[in-house]
Nanobody, 118 residues
Framework: QVQLVESGGGLVQAGGSLRLSCAASGRTFRNYAMGWFRQPKGKGQLLVATITRGGSTNYADSVMGRFTISRDNAENMTYLQMNSLKPEDTAVYYC????????????WGKGTRVTVPS
C-alpha cells in the first residue's frame, strides 16, 4: 500500500509560481508511475502531468511549457513546479501513484488547493 500526502498549495496572484510536493510512503516508490491531476470547482478530475519511474514526462496541453513534474526516487517525492499561473489553474490538485507491477492499481492523496484570483 502507498500513502500520498500533498503539500504546497495556496493562493498566488496570476503570473506567480507555486511548487507542489507529494510525499509517498512505502519502499516500492520506484514501482509506480506518478502523476498530478486537478479538479476545478464543479468540474471533473483532469490530468495535469505524469512521470514514469525513469523520468519520462507527459503534460496536458493547458500546462505545457508552464508546469514541470519531477520525482526523487531516493526520497519518495514527486513535485509539480507551476509557473506563470493563471486563474484557470485554480483547482484542488491531487497526487496519483499508478502501479507498474499491477496495472490498474492506483492510489490518491487527499489533495491540496491552489487558488489564482482573477
Amino acid at each position: 500500500q502507498v500513502q500520498l500526502v500533498e503539500s504546497g498549495g495556496g493562493l498566488v496572484q496570476a503570473g506567480g509560481s507555486l511548487r507542489l510536493s507529494c510525499a509517498a510512503s512505502g519502499r516500492t516508490f520506484r514501482n509506480y508511475a506518478m502523476g498530478w491531476f486537478r479538479q476545478p470547482k464543479g468540474k471533473g478530475q483532469l490530468l495535469v502531468a505524469t512521470i514514469t519511474r525513469g523520468g519520462s514526462t507527459n503534460y496536458a496541453d493547458s500546462v505545457m511549457g508552464r508546469f514541470t513534474i519531477s520525482r526523487d526516487n531516493a526520497e519518495n517525492m514527486t513535485y509539480l513546479q507551476m509557473n506563470s499561473l493563471k486563474p484557470e489553474d485554480t483547482a484542488v490538485y491531487y497526487c496519483n501513484a499508478a502501479s507498474i507491477t499491477y496495472p490498474g492499481k492506483m492510489y490518491w492523496g487527499k489533495g491540496t488547493r491552489v487558488t489564482v484570483p482573477s
